[in-house]
């Protein structure tokens, strides 16, 4: 299980079980997950993904997964992992879209930059972003991502990978 991170405004703590509805309805909203993974999937699809979340994830202990709260309402999604796709550790992120424009994005962001750096101890903090998502690499820019390569999908579409790495991370940044 995670530890529960705290910054101005969120809450990033495990999911229990009665998180499920508000999970579903998170992946479930387009607006969030077009961005997510393959983009989005079928009811069912969530309902197993929160499952492994408790029956593997957590069971297991395979890589840091958080509900993220605001006055105690589930308003995102978060995780730190390590992926073949950059060779180090990707942080994931999402919320709702009533918690879009009020940075709250850069809070959790920056959350989790300095989670990788302080707690697990990296020297590199890695994003993948599809590059028409402009919102997300504007955020990641300005906390001091930068553009690595690119990775041209079976689809067609390229998603961008980012990285920061500890000496360069924005100066004063992050809630701790």
Request: net charge negative.
């Amino acid at each position: 299980m995670p530890v529960a991170l705290h910054t101005v405004r969120l809450l990033l703590d495990p999911y229990t079980p009665d998180d499920e509805e508000d999970f579903v309805a998170l992946f479930q909203d387009a607006r969030v997950s077009r961005w997510m993974g393959d983009g989005p999937c079928d009811e069912a699809d969530d309902r197993a993904l929160f499952g492994r979340i408790f029956s593997k994830v957590y069971a297991q202990d395979l890589f840091d997964v958080w509900a993220v709260r605001r006055h105690g309402r589930l308003v995102g999604h978060a995780e730190i992992k390590r992926t073949d796709a950059v060779e180090g550790h990707e942080i994931v992120y999402a919320l709702a879209p009533e918690a879009w424009g009020s940075g709250l994005g850069t809070e959790l962001a920056e959350a989790l930059v300095a989670y990788g750096f302080g707690t697990l101890g990296l020297t590199e903090v890695h994003a993948t972003v599809a590059a028409e998502n402009g919102a997300s690499l504007r955020l990641l820019g300005r906390i001091g991502f930068g553009h690595v390569r690119d990775i041209e999908e079976d689809d067609g579409g390229l998603t961008r990978v980012l990285t920061v790495s500890r000496g360069t991370r924005r100066a004063g940044s992050g809630p701790l």
